[in-house]
């Protein structure tokens, strides 16, 4: 079975510090894995695919299949990217989901 | 305005009672799901349908049942609810199954007394 771990319930750093948030996945198959955002009264949205291979408002996700990992990352964070960042594993048509990180960027 | 809907938007009602979650969607998407997010904000997918078709069904219990009148929509049923429903469920919808990427809903915050 699949399974998305997000380690950090919460990470708080200061605007213009680096940040990372990481997600570990267990999955058999070939991977494929997401990242989604969740704004203040805002819904669930997409924020970047691995297979896109793109940055998206400054963050990106490398893949890395020998350690199972999809960290997301941005040089420097913005007061703006305060949200809900859930990594998510699409395995046999269907999203499983971490348990989420709340950012918080300090002014 | 494009975009996936859900009503009501809160629920409150009393353990026992049965209650819906309406979700309609204006993309013309062919999937449609329902996810549950628990007050620990844990986001699990309930159920998923294709074309009008149910395709994924992860242990839910069957006081839950889905109904989707046509590919735009997607309705929840719940039976006798317990105490341990209250949560906030969230309908998504994507262009297939695959490697799409999911529109969610605002979400409907269920409250059980």
């Known amino acids: 079975a699949q399974r998305v771990t997000q380690p950090e319930k919460l990470l708080s750093v200061f605007k213009g510090a680096p940040v990372e948030l990481k997600c570990n996945y267990s999955?058999?198959?070939?991977?494929?894995l997401f990242w989604y955002v969740q704004y203040s009264r805002q819904r669930l949205q997409l924020l970047l695919r691995?297979?896109s291979r793109e940055s998206i408002k400054g963050f990106t996700a490398d893949l890395n299949k020998g350690e199972t990992s999809f960290h997301l990352k941005k040089p420097f964070a913005q007061e703006e990217d305060s949200a809900m960042y859930y990594c998510?594993?699409?395995?046999?048509?269907?999203?499983?989901f971490g348990g989420g990180t709340r950012l918080m960027v300090k002014p | 305005d494009t975009a996936v809907s859900q009503t009501p938007k809160y629920l409150v009602t009393q353990m026992g009672n049965d209650k819906s979650i309406k979700c309609e969607q204006n993309?013309?998407?062919?999937?449609m799901y329902w996810y549950k997010q628990d007050s620990k904000k844990f986001l699990k997918i309930m159920f998923s349908?294709?074309?009008?078709?149910?395709?994924i069904n992860e242990t839910v219990p069957n006081r839950f049942s889905p109904k989707s009148p046509d590919k735009a929509h997607l309705n929840l049923h719940i039976n006798s609810l317990e105490l341990g429903d209250s949560a906030v469920y969230f309908c998504?919808?994507?262009?297939?199954?695959?490697?799409?990427?999911?529109?969610f809903g605002p979400g409907t915050r269920l409250t059980v007394t």
């Open positions: 998504a919808s994507s262009p297939g199954t695959g490697l799409y990427e999911q529109y």
């Open positions: 999955y058999s198959g070939s991977p494929e």
């Open positions: 691995h297979i």
């Open positions: 998510a594993l699409n395995a046999g048509n269907m999203l499983t």
């Open positions: 993309l013309g998407h062919d999937t």
């Open positions: 349908y294709n074309n009008k078709e149910l395709i």
